[in-house]
Each structure stands twice: as structure tokens, then as C-alpha cells.
């Protein structure tokens, strides 16, 4: 099946088909046998295809979309993205959850190494997913945030240098930034992963936003934290720290 790049981009969002099978025989661990595996009359390749075009969501999103492509039944597309997302999840779930300090340091950009070399460089931020307004009035204190405007859950995100990227669990959205990542476990994980890394023990250096207030939980583990400098109201910043701030929002901006 010839498929030209703008359209394999457009139904599922890899630019290419050669970057969507690649993806594919990473997530079956080689095995073309699982790769090949179909769960309907489409071919092995038009199964993968509705999959990432459902998951993707910018085409045919609905059901009944699908259905009207692709020529076969509601139950058939719902077990296709059953059996690929299945894949998916096993093949996560094998995965580390951090790169490994070698990994970071081999597969991130050069241009990193300027500012952060020898270092395990993680950038955290929180982000949202919308939610329905609770009809229980105490669900609906704990999952409203005045900064989402709404009622949300809250987990964290990261990406370290190499390009790696993960997420962390959902909480309730009215826990504030630094609660989340002083509670969730996350210092903690990080600490126990740079322990185990057989390429290197360097610990993790949080690049975060300045809404976090987490410097000290941190260091108890063994971790630390960079972000912008902090100034009162009636001070000024001196241009120490008016370049540092500027570097880490820029590094920031490239990265999340």
C-alpha cells in the first residue's frame, strides 16, 4: 500500500508510513507474527491504520465514521483498537520508566551539553484533563482549580533531554503544583531509578516552573531542583538571576 506522507500525517499524525511501522515493530518487540495479527477482514496494515487514524482523532474520531470507511461493523473496529491498544500497553509496560543516564546522554541533542553536561536533566509540569462538574458537592471542591478554570484531574508530565517523555498519575485538580509533585511519589521514583541505573549514578536535576515550592523535599531525596529565581515584591532581580530565570523559561519552552 502506497500512501503518501501528507496523508499518512494527516489520518494519524507520523509523518511518514515508514515512522508509523517502525513505531509498530518497536511496540511488537520484533515479533512480524504479531505484527501481521489481524481481528477482522481488513489486512494487517488497514488495522493498524484505523487504529492510529481512532487515536489520533483529527479524521474519522466517531465510530460511525470508521464504520462508513472502512466497510465493517462497530463490533469489528472495537475489537481492532482493543487488540492494537493491548499491544501498546504490554509493550509500555516493559519499558523503563526514565531513560538511562547513558541514553540521555547519547541520544539528546549536542547543543544540551553546552549548559548541561554531566548532568540528568528532567523538565516536570502539571497539566489537565477536563472533567464533568460532580454533582456531590465535596467531589466538586476537590476537583475544581481556579487556575483550569474548571473541574479537572491533574498529572504530571515529563520529557528529559534525550526526548523521552512519560507521565506521572492523576490526582484531583484543586492539589496545588507543589503538593502533587512533593506526594505523588515522583522524587522518590526518581531517586530509586538513578540508584539502580547501572550507567550512572547522578541523581536528577527537576527543571520546573517557579510555582513549585519543592526545593527541600527534594534534596531529602537525594534530588534537586532548578527554576526561575524568585524575587519579592519590593526587590529587584540582579542580572545573575534575570539571565539564569531567562535560560531555564527558554529551555522550558523548547522542551514542554
Not at 6 to 30: D, K, M, P, Y
Not at 42 to 61: D, I, S, V
Not at 201 to 208: Q, Y
Not at 211 to 226: I, P
Request: net charge neutral; glycine share 8%; aromatic share 14%.
Amino acid at each position: 500500500m502506497d500512501i503518501p506522507p501528507a496523508e499518512v500525517q494527516r489520518l494519524t499524525g507520523f509523518a511518514n508510513l515508514f515512522l508509523l511501522l517502525s513505531f509498530v515493530l518497536i511496540v511488537c518487540n520484533g515479533s512480524v507474527d504479531l505484527l501481521s495479527a489481524t481481528v477482522s477482514c481488513l489486512t494487517w496494515l488497514e488495522e493498524w491504520l484505523l487504529y492510529f487514524e481512532w487515536t489520533w482523532g483529527r479524521t474519522n474520531a466517531r465510530f460511525h465514521d470508521l464504520v462508513a470507511k472502512y466497510k465493517i461493523g462497530d463490533p469489528a473496529i472495537r475489537n481492532i483498537i482493543r487488540q492494537k491498544r493491548n499491544i501498546i500497553l504490554k509493550a509500555r509496560s516493559m519499558w523503563p520508566f526514565y531513560a538511562t543516564y547513558e541514553e540521555d546522554e547519547k541520544l539528546r541533542h549536542s547543543s544540551w551539553n553546552v549548559r548541561y553536561w554531566g548532568e540528568r536533566i528532567v523538565f516536570w509540569d502539571d497539566t489537565d484533563i477536563g472533567m464533568l462538574k460532580p454533582s456531590d458537592a465535596g467531589l466538586n471542591r476537590r476537583t475544581y482549580s481556579s487556575y483550569y478554570g474548571g473541574n479537572v484531574a491533574k498529572g504530571g508530565v515529563f520529557i528529559q533531554l534525550c526526548g523521552w517523555l512519560g507521565v506521572w498519575e492523576l490526582w484531583m485538580g484543586a492539589v496545588s503544583d507543589t503538593y502533587y509533585i512533593m506526594k505523588s511519589g515522583i522524587l522518590g521514583s526518581q531517586k530509586d531509578f538513578a540508584l539502580l541505573d547501572l550507567s550512572s549514578d547522578v541523581p536528577f536535576t527537576n527543571i520546573l516552573d517557579k510555582g513549585y515550592r519543592c526545593s527541600v523535599a527534594a534534596w531529602r531525596l537525594g534530588q534537586f531542583v532548578l527554576q526561575p529565581s524568585f524575587a519579592k515584591s519590593d526587590q529587584q532581580f540582579t542580572t545573575n538571576h534575570l539571565l539564569s530565570s531567562a535560560a531555564i523559561a527558554t529551555d522550558r519552552g523548547q522542551c514542554l
